[in-house]
Nanobody, 126 residues
Framework: EVQLVESGGGLVQAGESLRLSCAAS????????VGWFRQAPGKDRVLVSG????????YYSDSVKGRFTISRDNAKNTVYLQMNSLEPEDTAVYYC???????????????????WGQGTQVTVSS
C-alpha cells in the first residue's frame, strides 16, 4: 500500500524554523517526483517546492526561494522541507504529494500527483 505521512508542523514565531518530513511507504522516493504543497485558509492549494527523481532538479516558488530547502533521504525513504525564516504568510496546511512511477519531474498541477499525505498544520505568529 502506498502511503505518505507528514510530520513536523507546529506553531512557531516569525523568524523561526521548522522541518517537515514526508515518510513514504509502498514505493521508493528516489524513483518519483515529490512536491510540497500548501493551502492557506480561503486560498487554493499551491506548489511551494518540488524535487524530481534521481537528482534531476528542484523547484521553489518565489515566495519561499532562499528560505526553504527540499531534500531527500533515500535510506529513510523520506523527503524533507526545511523551512527557515518563517513568516506569518507561510501559515497553511502543508501536504506532500508524489507522482506515479515513471513521472520523473515535479509538476505544479495537483491533478498530476497520485498520492497525498494527510497534511500538517504550520502556523507562524508575528
Amino acid at each position: 500500500e502506498v502511503q505518505l505521512v507528514e510530520s513536523g508542523g507546529g506553531l512557531v514565531q516569525a523568524g523561526e524554523s521548522l522541518r517537515l518530513s514526508c515518510a513514504a511507504s509502498g514505493f521508493i522516493v528516489d524513483d518519483v517526483a515529490v512536491g510540497w504543497f500548501r493551502q492557506a485558509p480561503g486560498k487554493d492549494r499551491v506548489l511551494v517546492s518540488g524535487i524530481s527523481s534521481a537528482d534531476r532538479g528542484t523547484y521553489y516558488s518565489d515566495s519561499v526561494k532562499g528560505r526553504f530547502t527540499i531534500s531527500r533521504d533515500n535510506a529513510k525513504n523520506t523527503v524533507y522541507l526545511q523551512m527557515n525564516s518563517l513568516e506569518p504568510e507561510d501559515t497553511a496546511v502543508y501536504y506532500c504529494a508524489a507522482r506515479s512511477s515513471g513521472y520523473y519531474y515535479y509538476s505544479g498541477f495537483q491533478d498530476e500527483y497520485d498520492y497525498w499525505g494527510q497534511g500538517t498544520q504550520v502556523t507562524v505568529s508575528s
